[in-house]
T-cell receptor
Framework: DVKVTQSSRYLVKRTGEKVFLECVQD?????MFWYRQDPGLGLRLIYF???????EKGDIPEGYSVSREKKERFSLILESASTNQTSMYLC????????????FGPGTRLTVL | RKEVEQDPGPFNVPEGATVAFNCTYS??????FFWYRQDCRKEPKLLMS???SGNEDGRFTAQLNRASQYISLLIRDSKLSDSATYLC??????????FGAGTRLFVKA
């Protein structure tokens, strides 16, 4: 059974803090993605990675960075958290073709106070 | 125009009803399409994929209309457990997939 795990289900941080969200997949997928999901806006792509140490900006990369040192792990970093980054963060993985399905982790609900 | 658009609903239907959602997409070159189901406070999970004209799985039927650039999801004999948000997803041909904002369905007893 495919599995994508995220380091935290719920996280509360203060404005200005550095935040790390970690995602691990056990399917040997090449592609990994970070999205945020907000009511009425749907899933918006922050960053994605198609290989180890490779990363590409998505639609809303500002205020975020990512790291992919190992194939199975993709980290999202908020360098200095702000209240407008309060959201649900979803990690996903998928095969290299890019036309296949994506498998999502359970999500991290981040609140920035 | 958004790349992928869905009617947000909510659709409120009684058990046993048939309900259909549409999803329009702007990229005429798109070749594959997906419907995901997302339960409240859970992650999206694949429901169905559509690579040609359509796909059927039990009570669920997905259809593709390339001329009008939309896909539809039909649910027959609705169950209470079908209550969820249904997301349409369209890969761009690169590594990205564009997701619709979702259609909420409530099935009532």
């Amino acid at each position: 059974d495919v599995k994508v795990t995220q380091s935290s289900r719920y996280l509360v941080k203060r404005t200005g803090e550095k935040v790390f969200l970690e995602c691990v997949q056990d399917m040997d997928h090449e592609n990994m993605f970070w999205y945020r999901q907000d009511p009425g806006l749907g899933l918006r792509l922050i960053y994605f990675s198609y290989d180890v140490k490779m990363k590409e900006k998505g639609d809303i990369p500002e205020g975020y960075s990512v790291s992919r040192e190992k194939k199975e792990r993709f980290s999202l970093i908020l360098e200095s958290a702000s209240t407008n980054q309060t959201s649900m963060y979803l990690c996903a993985s998928g095969t290299r073709t890019g036309t296949d399905t994506q498998y999502f982790g359970p999500g991290t609900r981040l609140t920035v106070l | 125009r958004k790349e992928v658009e869905q009617d947000p609903g909510p659709f409120n239907v009684p058990e046993g009803a048939t309900v259909a959602f549409n999803c329009t997409y702007s990229n005429s070159a798109s070749q594959s399409f997906f419907w995901y189901r997302q339960d409240c406070r859970k992650e999206p999970k694949l429901l169905m994929s559509v690579y040609s004209s359509g796909n059927e799985d039990g009570r669920f039927t997905a259809q593709l209309n390339r001329a009008s650039q939309y896909i539809s999801l039909l649910i027959r004999d609705s169950k209470l457990s079908d209550s969820a948000t249904y997301l349409c997803a369209v890969p761009t041909g690169g590594f990205k997939t564009i997701f619709g904002a979702g259609t909420r369905l409530f099935v009532k007893a």
